[in-house]
């Protein structure tokens, strides 16, 4: 069965210093991986798709399939970027999405 | 152009009473969803409906059902409430392309307590 797992409930940073949200995935087939992201008040929404390698406010991630890792990078944090982060692997024929238990981040001004 | 709509937003509910949550979609996606999110435990899935006639289990689909009533709405019922249920809900919806598989639409959630 696919499981995706989130070390940390809470990680906390000051703002310019790089973020690194940690996902690591467990999946026989082959993955196909998200971050979601959720800001207090507004509905989670995709943030970006390992597929689509782009940028997104920042944020990249890279698919390391030898560590089955697809952890979020961010060089500069900023205030903004205070919010709760879910990892999410898509399976079961492209449409069961199963998440990690999220990252809350906290970016200290 | 609302996209996926709950309804209600916060529900009281005594332990062994049953409610329907209701969810509506209008971007004319095929797939649906239903997940809860506690404290610690993230979003965990509950019942998936990838098209129009189809409901399969998630990873916690005890005490409740779902039913796929058309393309556009997706209801999950709880027979009879018990405190374990106390979550937010979150419904979603997606296209089925495999080109879009995995991005998600979510609504604004359903916050229920059981007594």
């Known amino acids: 069965a696919q499981r995706v797992t989130q070390p940390e409930k809470l990680l906390s940073v000051f703002k310019g210093a790089p973020v690194e949200l940690k996902c690591n995935y467990s999946?026989?087939?082959?993955?196909?991986l998200f971050w979601y992201v959720q800001y207090s008040r507004q509905r989670l929404q995709l943030l970006l798709r390992?597929?689509s390698r782009e940028s997104i406010k920042g944020f990249t991630a890279d698919l390391n399939k030898g560590e089955t890792s697809f952890h979020l990078k961010k060089p500069f944090a900023q205030e903004e970027d205070s919010a709760m982060y879910y990892c999410?692997?898509?399976?079961?024929?492209?449409?069961?999405?199963?998440f990690g238990t999220g990252t809350k981040l906290q970016v200290i001004p | 152009n609302a996209g996926v709509t709950q309804t209600p937003k916060f529900q009281v509910l005594k332990t062994g009473q049953s409610m329907t949550l209701q969810c509506a979609q209008d971007?004319?996606?095929?797939?649906m969803y239903w997940y809860r999110q506690d404290p610690g435990m993230g979003l965990r899935l509950i019942y998936y409906?990838?098209?129009?006639?189809?409901?399969d289990k998630g990873e916690v689909p005890n005490g409740y059902n779902v039913s796929r009533l058309n393309k556009r709405e997706f209801s999950l019922r709880l027979e009879s409430a018990a405190p374990s249920q106390t979550s937010v809900y979150f419904c979603?919806?997606?296209?089925?392309?495999?080109?879009?598989?995995?991005?998600?639409?979510f609504g604004e959630g359903s916050r229920l307590t059981v007594l």
């Open positions: 409906s990838a098209s129009e006639g189809t409901t």
């Open positions: 390992h597929i």
């Open positions: 979603a919806s997606s296209e089925s392309r495999v080109t879009r598989a995995g991005e998600l639409f």
């Open positions: 971007m004319n996606h095929n797939s």
């Open positions: 999946y026989s087939g082959s993955p196909e």
């Open positions: 999410a692997l898509v399976s079961g024929g492209y449409q069961k999405v199963t």
